[in-house]
């Protein structure tokens, strides 16, 4: 008797076929979550280094202002936010808090003083992540 004829023999290569898609099936799950996992590491990492940037510029935004009470000024806000210390300041620990977390190399900070607020934006990856704290120096622009 013929095997591929055989009952047997149907059910072999049925089994096989079913065996064959359950693994492809497998492997595309694997894939799709190891894409899942990569893209909450990557936000995770950006989000990371936002508040990382913010953080840094919020350290240069209190020491002018303890500058400027001690001296009995009004402080600068756009000094201190133009600074190209301060934007330094937050793109490296926007980097370090990014590499730390796995993510990318960071492609641009930027810092804007409005609406009582200080915002830092980091570009990642073309992805964009936002901090900020309250800053009554900031008013409206």
Same mark, same amino acid.
């Given at each position: ?7 047997? =023999?149907? $059910?072999? &290569? &049925? ?41 840094? @510029?919020?350290?240069?935004? %209190? $020491? ?18 133009? /600074? ?6 937050? #793109? ?6 990014? %590499?730390?977390? =796995? ?10 003083? $409005?609406?009582? #607020?200080?915002? @830092?934006?980091?570009?990642? /990856?073309? $992805?964009?992540?936002?901090? =900020?704290?309250?800053? =009554?120096?900031?008013? #409206?622009?």
């Amino acid at each position: 008797m013929d095997a591929v004829r055989d009952d047997r =023999g149907q $059910a072999v &290569l &049925l089994a096989a076929f079913i065996i064959a898609i359950a693994a492809a099936v497998l492997i595309g799950l694997q894939l799709q979550q190891a894409r899942a996992f990569a893209l909450e590491r990557s936000r995770r990492a950006g989000e990371a280094a936002a508040e990382a940037a913010t953080t840094a @510029v919020a350290d240069a935004y %209190a $020491a002018a202002l303890r500058e400027a009470v001690a001296k009995k000024r009004v402080m600068d806000i756009g000094r201190v936010i133009g /600074s190209a210390a301060t934007n330094d300041a937050a #793109r490296a620990a926007a980097a370090e808090a990014s %590499a730390a977390n =796995g993510g990318s190399a960071i492609d641009d900070v930027t810092l804007r003083c $409005a609406d009582r #607020r200080v915002e @830092v934006t980091i570009l990642s /990856s073309g $992805a964009s992540y936002r901090a =900020g704290f309250p800053a =009554g120096e900031c008013s #409206r622009r």
